[in-house]
């Protein structure tokens, strides 16, 4: 928790697994991810723990939109997580967050910097199965 913690305020992931811890694994690839299509639709702890992790502020255009320094491509929820995968930057770099989120609390579980060119959720979630999320240096 306090590593977690540490990430969140520093903004870096330096402290966030390299890759998805196993036992995490397992129940993520059971997961239903319902598709979220707007920052509005993603739960109210995640817009938090976004904006968190984004220095304070929730900055991050809607999908389509014109780029701000984030914008969302594509994200979906399940029971108890939320996947987030975003563009950043005017030399594009992409991000993945990975949300466990409760009515009660919410926490960053995963995340790093993702390949582009994704648009489906289930492409997002089989990068991160996969491996091919690495670790950031920044949101």
Not at 124 to 137: F, Q
Request: charged share 20%; hydrophobic share 45%.
């Amino acid at each position: 928790m306090t590593r977690l913690i540490c990430a969140i305020v520093t903004g870096s992931l330096a402290a966030l697994p390299i890759t998805l811890p196993q036992a995490l694994q397992a129940h993520f690839k059971d997961e239903r991810f319902q598709i979220v299509t707007s920052i509005r639709g993603l739960p109210l702890g995640v817009r938090d723990e976004l904006q968190e992790l984004f220095g304070g502020s929730l900055d991050i255009a809607e999908p389509g939109a014109p780029l701000k320094s984030r914008r969302l491509v594509a994200a979906g929820c399940s029971i108890d997580h939320c996947l987030v995968y975003y563009e950043r930057g005017a030399a594009p770099s992409w991000r993945v967050a990975l949300f466990h989120w409760t009515p009660a609390a919410t926490t960053l579980d995963f995340g790093g910097h993702a390949p582009g060119g994704f648009r489906l959720i289930e492409e997002v979630r089989n990068a991160v199965l996969s491996g091919a999320i690495n670790g950031a240096e920044s949101w």
